[in-house]
């Protein structure tokens, strides 16, 4: 549509004539009001002013900015005069249909007495403030659409009028001022950005080689973080389950009700991320169709807006393939190509420190090894030979003795010397050939897998990284896989649940075993503690640490037992207390 078929829409009415000294005095109005908005106003901000700018300018009661994305769409809807409430009514953001779509295609300005009378109009969605007079024009920043402004229900003292000729050339050329106000905000935001995730690839990478390591928690904090994002969580391959994701690390909304969960890989981003090792940015989670609906319902808080998500590459104790996810609340700013690329330089960053840390872990088993080998060595040419010599000369006294009673004294002191031998070859025949034990890792894993038959259904497993698995003193160890084995008995033979999670964690120097059940729970009369718990206590209280039982859980049902004890200064684990989310 051009200007003179809308002049000609216009020219049965009379449109009031402004006098010369007031659009003087918009136009002062309009210059000054560019001129206060510095580029020191936060993007999002400066496109309400830019709008509440317009509005005021032309005396419209309603405004709004629509900002055009990739693929034509409307990807932010900025606006004034509407309430939140009302917002809160219409729902979604509007689709880039009717009206508004007819702009995204026809950048031009469009001026009109009546927009439902428009034949793109389509009307106004259920519970939209009724609109008439309407009045737009496209942003351009750097010769590309930006979006449009749209402005609508002029008044003047209160009384509805048609915008006019004069409002439309204010309008177009506010628009233009505002392309520059924008292009100088975005460089701005995108450098800031850009140092935001640079600052955030420096610190994870620090967290995760440093001494005081960082968990994936931390990964995912971060990156929450430098996206500006409402969630940030880590998905990784479910090791026993191919077609099986699990969320192993959350921060941000409705992170602690996540934690743990497991989502099918088929059909969702995540999976289509590992597919195609592509990464992926969404504009509405919800509505993109890759993920279920249901499962977004299920989890209260969960942020169901813009989404991105790159691949990390080998995560956690079995490198399984996963993904970092970032998701917005829905009506936040869209992720765009810049995020997607600063949050794809961080995940290399983050895969690269892990890489190294499990390389650090390798190399300190190996030393352990070689550890073994240098005493088993020692033992046999040096210990071994010494005791034999001793026994020797004692053999020798006792032919010399001419007590008997004496002689048969050193013949026995002999003997046990001889039993001393004997014990330190079957010593170093181990210490030679016997296999450490599985680090616990692997034996939760397996202990999970052996009771998915008994349950009925598969406990969840969950690990905070970094996890001293293959490092822990060898009693720690024991002790913790003891209490794996009695907590899962104890599920299976008393809860009668449906659901069983283990959590894994190495908080603050110490190591974490919890159990967890959506079961019966230990009732009062049955919370007498026989054997099996009463001997994890004491092993915990052997080893300086304790054993809580938790029942009901969280008010509901069910059990958790913790199992927790301190670690030696030097054995890594996560820097932050580990996330109470087991049985959630
Ligand atoms: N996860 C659970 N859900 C419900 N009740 C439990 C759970 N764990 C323990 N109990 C209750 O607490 C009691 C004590 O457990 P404990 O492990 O000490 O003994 P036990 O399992 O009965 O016997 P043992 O372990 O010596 O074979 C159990 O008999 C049971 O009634
Ligand atoms: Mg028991």
């Known amino acids: 549509m051009t200007t003179t078929d809308r002049t000609v829409e216009d020219a049965g009415r009379a449109s009031p004539r402004p006098s010369p000294a007031s659009a003087d005095d918009r136009l002062r109005r309009l210059l000054v009001s560019l001129r206060d908005l510095g580029a020191d106003v936060p993007l999002p901000e400066l496109l309400r002013r830019l709008v509440e700018v317009a509005c005021e300018l032309v005396g419209a009661r309603y405004g709004a900015l629509g900002v055009v994305g990739a693929g034509e769409r409307l990807v932010q809807f900025v606006t004034v005069g509407v309430d939140e409430r009302t917002a809160a009514r219409i729902g979604h953001l509007p689709r880039g249909e009717g009206l508004l779509g007819h702009l995204v295609d026809h950048p031009r300005p469009l001026r009109l007495p009546d927009l439902t009378a428009h034949p793109a109009s389509i009307g106004l969605p259920p519970g939209h403030p009724p609109m008439r007079t309407f009045l737009g024009a496209p942003v351009r920043v750097r010769g590309e659409v930006f979006g449009n402004l749209y402005l609508t229900d002029k008044q003047d003292g209160g ?36 140092q935001r995730w640079l600052r955030a690839s420096a610190d994870v990478v620090q967290d995760l080689l440093l001494e005081e390591a960082a968990s994936l928690a931390q990964v995912a904090r971060h990156a929450r973080r430098a996206a500006g994002a409402d969630l940030g969580s880590v998905l990784v391959v479910d090791p026993d389950d191919p077609a099986a994701l699990q969320l192993v690390a959350a921060d941000g909304g409705a992170g602690d009700r996540l934690l743990g969960t497991a989502w099918p890989r088929e059909g969702s981003l995540v999976g289509r991320v590992l597919e195609v090792d592509e990464d992926v940015l969404v504009d509405d989670l919800v509505t993109s169709g890759l993920v279920a609906e249901g499962l977004v319902a299920e989890v209260p808080g969960m ?15 079995a490198a399984r393939p996963g993904a970092l996810a970032l998701l917005r609340r829905r009506g936040a700013p869209v992720f765009d190509e810049e995020d997607r690329a600063m949050a794809s330089d961080f995940a290399r960053h983050v895969g690269l420190a892990l890489e190294m840390q499990r390389a650090v872990a390798a190399r300190r088993r190996l030393a352990l090894l070689d550890e073994r080998e240098r005493i088993a060595r020692d033992l046999h040419d040096h210990v071994i030979q010494q005791v034999f010599a001793a026994g020797l000369r004692l053999t020798v006294l006792a032919g010399r003795s001419s007590d008997p009673g004496v002689a048969a004294e050193l013949r026995d002191v002999v003997a046990e010397g001889d039993a001393t031998i004997r014990a330190l070859r079957e010593a170093i025949f181990s210490l030679e050939h016997e296999e450490p034990p599985d680090d616990l890792v692997t034996t939760a894993r397996e202990l999970v897998r052996e009771y998915t038959g008994v349950l009925g259904s598969r406990p969840s497993l969950a690990v905070d990284e970094p996890f001293p698995a293959g490092d822990l003193p060898p009693a720690v160890a024991a002790g913790a896989r003891a209490a794996l084995r009695e907590l899962l008995s104890n599920v299976a033979r008393h809860a009668g649940a449906s659901r069983a999670s283990v959590h894994l964690a190495a908080p603050g120097g110490r190591l974490e075993v919890t159990v967890a059940d959506d079961g019966v729970g230990v009732g009062t009369a049955t919370a007498r503690r026989r054997s099996g718990l009463r001997n994890l206590e004491q092993r915990a209280r052997e080893l300086g640490g304790r054993c809580t039982v938790a029942s009901p859980v969280d008010g509901g049902r069910g059990t958790r037992v913790s199992w927790s004890v301190p670690l030696p200064v030097g054995v890594r684990g996560s820097a932050r207390p580990a996330d109470d989310a087991v049985g959630r």
């Not at 942020?303 to 956690?316: I, N, W």
């Open 159 to 194: 009384r509805p009028v048609p915008f006019t000729a004069e409002d439309e050339e204010l309008l177009v050329a506010m628009a233009s001022a505002a392309g520059v106000v924008i292009s100088d905000a975005r460089l701005l935001d995108v450098a800031e950005r850009r």
């Open 303 to 317: 942020p169901d807006g813009p989404a991105l998500l790159v691949r990390l590459p080998r995560v956690g104790a």
